[in-house]
């Protein structure tokens, strides 16, 4: 059985309407409809990993990957605790799986 890694998308848009108590200024020409089609909903999603531990090398692989993300991005801009809200959980769907969030390790069984 297989997963696939993906973004919350519902989580995604929670976020995008708390970025001001984070003190993250949202760049001025984003649109926020973009998010009708990021990621997948919620309700589709079947693993919930956190990965808050990892969470300075996951920044600093963003930073080593320039053509992949802008020093200038304003998710390289955020404050530590938005960055954490953002990135610190990764999302999967486990191929076969029922959906709905059970799992929170890619490799132990739910139970």
């Known amino acids: 059985m ?5 973004s919350n998308r519902d989580e995604a848009k929670r976020l995008m ?23 997948t909903p919620e309700s589709v999603l079947t693993t919930r990993v956190d990965v808050r531990p990892y969470l300075e090398r996951k ?7 320039a053509s992949q993300i802008a020093d200038s ?4 801009g955020m404050p530590p605790e938005a960055f954490e809200a953002w990135f ?11 959906p ?4 929170h390790d890619l490799f132990e069984p739910s139970g």
């Open 2 to 6: 297989g997963c696939w890694a993906t």
């Open 17 to 39: 309407a708390r970025a001001r108590d984070f003190g993250v200024e949202l760049p001025g020409d984003l649109d926020e409809s973009w998010f009708e089609e990021f990621g």
């Open 59 to 65: 920044r600093d692989s963003m930073v080593a990957h």
């Open 73 to 76: 991005s304003f998710f390289l």
């Open 88 to 98: 610190g959980t990764e999302w999967y769907i486990h191929r076969g799986a029922p």
């Open 100 to 103: 709905g969030v059970r799992e």
